[in-house]
């Protein structure tokens, strides 16, 4: 099993930044990736950002592109999530994800693993 846990969120105003923070614990050795996604009220679950262990090539989605900035630290077994230009659109509850599975990092159904969120909120 692997347990995650998220930090960082919080409350900023448009053109702001948070950085995320998701630990990782437990049987780490076994993922081969990490991701972001976010739900905002009234919407599905959707991906924000991806990154595998080994290797760094990141995946975003295309609203956050350019804005937001994923990366890991093997070493301390977390990943992060660096989120610049915030608008008030991204305002949700962001979830840390981990997959044992090499796929295309963007579908919650290639996850096994799953933080219990945290809340950024965006104001105008």
């Known amino acids: 099993q692997v347990q995650l846990v998220e930090s960082g969120g919080g409350l900023v105003q448009a053109g702001g930044s948070l950085r995320l923070s998701c630990a990782a614990s437990g049987r780490t050795f076994s993922l081969n990736g990490m991701g972001w996604f976010r739900r905002a009220p009234g919407k599905e679950r959707e991906f924000v950002a991806g990154i595998m262990w080994r290797g760094s090539y990141p995946y975003y989605s295309e609203t956050v592109k350019g804005r937001f900035t994923i990366s890991r630290d093997n070493a301390e077994n977390t990943v992060y999530l660096q989120m610049n230009s915030l608008k008030p659109e991204d305002t949700a509850v962001y979830y840390c994800?981990?997959?044992?599975?090499?796929?295309?990092?963007?579908?919650?159904?290639?996850?096994?693993?799953w933080g219990q969120g945290t809340q950024v909120t965006v104001s105008s």
């Open positions: 994800s981990a997959t044992r599975n090499i796929g295309t990092m963007r579908r919650t159904s290639e996850y096994d693993y």
